[in-house]
């Protein structure tokens, strides 16, 4: 029934992907790899396709692939995305490791076009991103398919259960489904996976953010004998419930600077006003820049791409998201910078990695009044604070290091099928 559906759909697939191309929202020179069609050769030897669907699980592979490649250098690796942003990435990111294309659309025939052109001798699917053709077509034409750092978020779980079989059929053809904690693993049992088990979780695999050592050069002696924290990714509610924290813990620790980085840096101005309102002194990191007064009681960062160099500067690192029913934001980057970081309940986005995290003593925060406990603890006893930064690290190590014989396990010919 699907089946016949996406080919009776195709058309208005077809007319949807010119649409964007005439609107400049598709690539101009590639669209026809929506439709199964190669814009490159297929070198020789064997393929070993990802599909990453978008940015966040793109990201997460950069890591492993760079190892699947140093220890197989004569695969081919071959990486389809969704997204123009996740095509960029790879672009920017994985030079010399793989090639990429856009995946085509879940229409048989063009499926059939894009598998019978690339011949891929292993599939791997990161996260959730599966497609009922590709997944059959797959298993007809014999090759492997493993899920990779299966994820299945609460409403996800609840969509599939409302259509077990077809989930069933699906998740049956998988040789290997990985899952990145015990709960997607038991929920990959229960839809009708055969073959389950659990791997760390490749977003422990996201290399370390960037740093402007300009900005660090510059900062760091304004910040001598301050205590500085960071609230990073944070959302609209969020900033108001920053600025409280702030105004009761600078009346015990006078010499306190709170460094905000919106999600959307382009708000920065309009929190500086906020901020002025509640009787604080915020600039935005732009003005902060030119002159800096260390009596400021902080300020808001409003560039892109600056979250390495401001965990690098601070002591203590609150991911947000997370007192909003947003989902929160990736814990995992600070532990790079060994900071020990906190976040508040509603972190389902990253769930699984945050059970991992408890094991350095971290967890979620039920609301500002703990946020304050928790910042003015560890302020006062920087021993504590700094063991917390190097456990998370060395639990980050760890995921890392199991990623190498997790490949060797992976790794199959085309005559051997994975344990």
Wanted: hydrophobic letters at 40%; proline letters at 5%; a positive charge.
């Amino acid at each position: 029934m699907y089946a016949a559906l996406s080919i009776a759909l195709s058309p208005l697939i077809w007319l949807y992907v010119h649409y964007r191309r005439l609107k400049g929202l598709d690539d101009q020179n590639r669209f026809k790899e929506r439709f199964g069609y190669a814009s490159l050769p297929r070198p020789e030897g064997r393929i070993v396709w990802f599909h990453s669907a978008s940015v966040g699980e793109t990201l997460s592979l950069r890591s492993f692939l760079s190892e699947w490649h140093a220890r197989y250098p004569n695969d081919n690796i071959l990486i389809t995305t969704t997204t123009i942003t996740a095509a960029k990435i790879v672009k920017d990111q994985f030079q010399g490791i793989a090639i990429h294309q856009f995946v085509p659309f879940d229409v048989t025939l063009w499926v059939n076009r894009f598998l019978n052109y690339w011949k891929p001798d292993q599939a791997f699917f990161v996260d959730s991103e599966l497609w009922p053709n590709i997944v059959r077509t797959c298993k007809q034409k014999n090759i492997p398919l493993v899920l990779l750092n299966a994820r299945l978020s609460d409403r996800s779980y609840k969509r599939w259960k409302c259509v077990p079989a077809l989930a069933g059929s699906l998740l049956s053809q998988f040789r290997l489904c990985l899952a990145p904690g015990i709960e997607t693993e038991e929920r990959l049992k229960a839809l009708g996976a055969k073959n389950v088990g659990i791997m760390a979780n490749l977003k422990f695999s996201v290399p370390p953010l960037p740093v402007n050592q300009a900005y660090i050069d510059y900062f760091a002696p304004i910040f001598e004998q301050k205590h500085i924290w960071i609230a990073a990714s944070t959302h609209p509610g969020e900033e108001e419930l920053i600025f409280n924290v702030h105004q009761t813990l600078k009346r015990k620790l006078p010499n306190l600077i709170t460094i905000i980085a919106p999600r959307h840096p382009h708000r920065a101005e309009a929190l500086v006003k906020k901020a002025s309102a509640l009787g604080l002194t915020f600039q935005t990191l732009a003005s902060a820049l030119s002159r800096f007064d260390s009596n400021n009681d902080g300020f808001i960062v409003d560039e892109i791409g600056q979250l390495g160099t401001f965990y690098t500067l601070s002591d203590i690192v609150f991911m947000g998201g997370s007192l909003i029913p947003h989902g929160g934001h990736n814990p995992i980057e600070p532990a790079h910078f060994k900071k020990p970081v906190f976040y508040g309940i509603h972190m389902h986005n990253f769930r699984e990695v945050c059970q991992v995290l408890t094991q350095a003593g971290v967890r979620a925060l039920n609301n500002e009044n703990e946020l304050v406990e928790v910042l003015y603890n560890l302020f006062k006893e920087p021993e504590k604070r700094l063991k917390i930064g190097e456990d998370l690290y060395s639990i980050l190590m760890a995921q890392q290091q199991s990623q190498t014989q997790l490949i060797e396990n992976l790794w199959c010919d085309s005559a051997n099928a994975i344990a």
